[in-house]
C-alpha cells in the first residue's frame, strides 16, 4: 500500500512557479492617472513609471520580499545608484504579481539632456532578479505644467484615476514651472474644463484658481507654484477633462486634455 500512495503522489503533476519577471511598464501621470506619451521633461518634473512584477514568492506568513534599486544616468555620464527600496506586502488577493512604481525626481537645477534608468528587482526569497531600462530627456527650462496628480482625497494621499464614481470627489494636483519672474511678481490662472464628446463645455463657468505674489525678492526666489483644484463627480458618463496653466505676466499658456471617466457604482 505503502508503495501505491508513493507511485501516486509522484504521478500527481507539480505547477511549475513562474520566474520572476516585470511586465506592463508604463510612463505615466501617477498611479492610477492616464498614461503619459512623451518622454520629455523639465527640471521640476517627476519622472513616474509604473510596472507589474509576475512570479514573486512570498514567505511561510505569504509576504512577499523584494528589493528595487534604481541606477540613473545624467549626462555626461554623472549620476549613479540609489539605496535599495524594499517591497515587503501581503498579496491578499492571491496569485504571484505585485504592482510596483519607480520615480526620479528633476531638482530645478537637473541637468539638461538625455538621462537612463534602470529599475532592478531582486526577490530575496527565490533569489531571482528582473529589471527593465528606460531613457528620458530634460529639456532645458520652459513655462510648463509639471507633476500632474489624481487623488481621492486633499491630502494627496490616495491616487485616483481620471474621473470615478459619482458623489465622489477627484483631486487635481500640478505644479506650475519657468514662469516669468523678471519684474519680481508671480502672476498665474489654472482653468479647470470639463467637456462633452463634442467638445462643449458642460458649466458655465471653469474651476479657477489664481496665484500672484508681488513679494519681489521671494518672488524672484520661487522655483514652482503648486495648484489644487476639486471637482464633483454628479452624475456618470465620459467626459474630458482640459486643464489649461497661463502665465499673465507674459500671456504663454500650456494646456492638457485627458478622458474623464464616471460611473456608477
Not at 505569504?62 to 541606477?71: A, W
Not at 533569489?127 to 482625497?153: G, H, I, N
Amino acid at each position: 500500500m505503502r508503495a501505491l500512495i508513493a507511485a501516486v503522489i509522484a504521478a500527481i503533476p507539480t505547477v511549475a512557479q513562474a520566474k520572476l519577471e516585470i511586465r506592463d511598464v508604463q510612463s505615466a501621470h501617477g498611479s492610477l492617472g492616464p498614461e503619459r506619451k512623451s518622454n520629455e521633461y523639465v527640471a521640476g518634473d517627476q519622472v513616474f513609471y509604473r510596472y507589474t512584477m509576475a512570479g514573486v514568492r512570498t514567505d511561510e506568513d505569504g509576504r512577499t520580499r523584494c528589493e528595487m534599486r534604481l541606477t540613473i544616468t545624467a549626462p555626461g555620464g554623472k549620476g549613479g545608484k540609489l539605496e535599495p527600496v524594499p517591497l515587503q506586502s501581503l498579496l491578499p488577493l492571491g496569485g504571484d504579481t505585485l504592482p510596483g512604481v519607480a520615480t526620479v525626481d528633476l531638482d530645478s537645477d537637473a541637468l539638461t539632456g538625455e538621462y537612463e534608468l534602470v529599475v532592478e528587482i531582486r526577490d530575496l526569497i527565490s533569489k531571482e532578479t528582473a529589471s527593465f531600462t528606460r531613457k528620458f530627456t530634460c529639456k532645458p527650462p520652459e513655462f510648463a505644467m509639471v507633476r500632474l496628480r489624481f487623488y481621492q482625497d486633499a491630502a494627496g494621499t490616495a491616487p485616483a484615476p481620471a474621473g470615478g464614481l459619482i458623489r465622489q470627489s477627484l483631486f487635481v494636483q500640478l505644479r506650475a514651472v519657468g514662469f516669468d519672474r523678471s519684474k519680481g511678481e508671480i502672476d498665474l490662472d489654472m482653468e479647470l474644463t470639463v467637456l462633452d464628446s463634442q467638445g462643449r463645455p458642460l458649466s458655465a463657468k471653469p474651476v479657477r484658481v489664481s496665484y500672484h505674489n508681488e513679494k519681489t525678492e521671494e518672488a524672484r526666489r520661487m522655483n514652482w507654484v503648486n495648484f489644487s483644484a476639486t471637482l464633483g463627480l454628479n452624475r456618470p458618463g465620459e467626459f474630458v477633462l482640459g486643464i489649461v496653466l497661463t502665465d499673465t505676466s507674459t500671456g504663454k499658456k500650456v494646456a492638457f486634455e485627458t478622458p474623464l471617466r464616471v460611473a456608477v457604482p
